[in-house]
């Protein structure tokens, strides 16, 4: 089969500082805004302190669409690094795919939960201030936003999971040193 790119002795192109950045910041952000909602949305309705917990979980998830929104920005702006050297043509279509619909589902998110949020009683406070209401209480509205926000919350864990199969497959069974692009210090940075 043909590879993509480049032979695969020539090094990995790196991205640059900020890229590396906001990739942790976010998959940090998205590591603890998963284990909350899951925790939150396991506790019965009225449960003492699950408010607590949904405001932070709201707080969390504006923090990591302001991220996401600057990643998304800097992604806009330069291009990713090429695929890393010595990649089958379709391994390199199914990480562009699988990378197109990360950002998707990192964008939709965060609006569909703030969304879903407008249209209930309680509103959204980011890390205790009032956001505007862009809705009215409508309890199906919230309803369909909700399951937008669950759903694409399911969809983003499946490819993330997908993500980080194929780093372990590249960078351990394929020897490509395919973390090291992502890793801050690196010299060789492309862009």
């Known amino acids: 089969m043909r590879r993509a790119d480049r032979p695969s002795a020539a090094p990995a192109p790196a991205y640059a500082g900020l890229p590396i950045a906001l990739h942790w910041a976010s998959a940090l952000l998205l590591c603890g805004l998963f284990a909350l909602g899951y925790y939150m949305t396991g506790l019965a309705k009225g449960a003492p302190g699950k408010a607590a917990w949904v405001n932070l979980h709201k707080s969390l998830g504006l923090t990591a669409a302001l991220v996401i929104a600057w990643r998304v920005a800097v992604r806009i702006r330069r291009a990713a690094p090429p695929s890393i050297p010595g990649l089958h ?63 694409t919350a399911d969809l983003l864990l499946c490819l993330v999971a997908f993500h980080v199969a194929g780093v372990i497959k590249h960078q351990w069974l394929d020897a490509q040193r395919c973390v ?4 801050p210090g690196r010299r060789s940075r492309a862009l």
Request: proline share 4%; glycine share 8%; hydrophobic share 45%.
């Open 180 to 183: 090291q692009r992502m890793l």
């Open 89 to 151: 043509c379709w391994e390199a279509e199914l990480a562009r795919i699988t990378h197109r619909l990360l950002y998707m589902c990192m964008v939709v998110m965060p609006l569909s939960g703030y969304l879903g949020s407008s249209f209930n009683q309680y509103g959204t406070r980011f890390w205790g201030v009032p956001l505007p209401r862009w809705g009215w209480v409508d309890s199906a509205l919230q309803h369909m936003f909700y399951t937008v926000h669950s759903t």
